[in-house]
Structure formats: C-alpha cells, structure tokens
C-alpha cells in the first residue's frame, strides 16, 4: 500500500499527491528531454526541524535505500547549488517537488515529499529570520547522504505559512 492509498487519507489531500507525482513525471520528462540524468525519488517521511547545533531550519527527508546509495554516490562526485520548489497546499498538507541541479554534472535529483502545514510555522519564522534552510537527506538508520543550503527559504513555504507572525499573501 503506498501512502496515497492508505486509509483515512482525504479524499483531496489524495487527489493533490497523485498531482504532485504527475507534475513530478512532467518535471522528469523535460530535464530527461533537455540532457539531464534524472533520479526521481519519494521521501517515505518529510520532518520540519531546527538543527540544535547550527539553529538553522531544516526538511529532512527520509529517502528509499536504492535511492540513497545513487543520492550518495551523485553528492560524492558534485554539488547541487542549484534548487527549485514546485508546491502546492490543500487540506492542511503542503506537497512539494524539490528539484536539486548539479549543472556541472547535467544531473537532476527531483524529490517528492509532503509535510502538515501545522508544523510550518515556528520553522518559517526561524527560516525568514535566517532567510536561508537546509534540506538533509537520510537513511533509516538516520544517516545523513547529504545537507544542502538553500538561501531562498520562501521557496519552500506556502504564503500562510506564518500564521498570526508569518509572511502573508
């Protein structure tokens, strides 16, 4: 059973990842077309944090192990300094395609991952005061594969992210 399939789960909250999933197919179809190797991934958890040690925003995302071992491999022979977010909100879920770029390499790593917008708002604060964040990616075991900084954490956060405090519009 994957997670769009799993009971309980809102009827629009379903309908907006199987979205997500074909906007990501989409994204894959054109980098593959523009000569990009592309890895299109699914994080089996998406986590919102502080780093206790840097005090910096963080997603963590818990990637599938053959994904992890090609994610590991691709950090050990580049960078990904580039980023987008596709993003979308509906039923209190944020559904996100983070598409990381490594140019000099011509490799894409698109993942797709979801998080409850509840949890956003003390980690948008945090991230608009810093104004940058990280995406970590890991193994079960809680192995970090790689941490990346991204400096536009607006990306990554629907408008009403905030609440009362938050960013608006």
């Known amino acids: 059973m994957t997670r769009d399939e799993s009971p309980g789960v809102d009827t629009a909250a379903r309908a907006a990842w ?22 299109f991934t699914q994080a089996g958890e998406t986590t919102l944090e502080v780093d206790a040690d840097e005090g910096e925003p963080v997603f963590t995302h818990l990637m599938p192990d053959g994904d992890a071992d090609v994610i590991a491999e691709w950090v050990t022979e580049g960078s990904f ?13 944020v559904f ?7 140019p000099e390499q011509g490799r894409c790593l698109l993942l797709a991952a979801t998080y409850p917008l509840a949890e956003a708002a003390g980690i948008y604060e945090s991230a608009a005061r ?40």
Request: glycine share 8%.
């Open 18 to 39: 199987e979205q997500t999933l074909a906007d990501a197919e989409d994204l894959v179809e054109r980098r593959e077309k523009a000569g990009w190797d592309v890895l």
């Open 81 to 93: 300094p580039q980023y987008d977010v596709h993003r979308a909100q509906e039923a209190g879920t």
């Open 96 to 102: 996100l395609v983070v598409e990381l770029l490594d």
């Open 130 to 169: 810093d104004s940058s964040l990280k995406t970590r990616l890991r193994r079960l075991d809680k192995t970090t594969i790689a941490s990346l900084r991204h400096e536009e954490s607006e990306k990554f956060f629907p408008s009403d992210a905030g609440g009362e405090t938050g960013r608006r519009g």
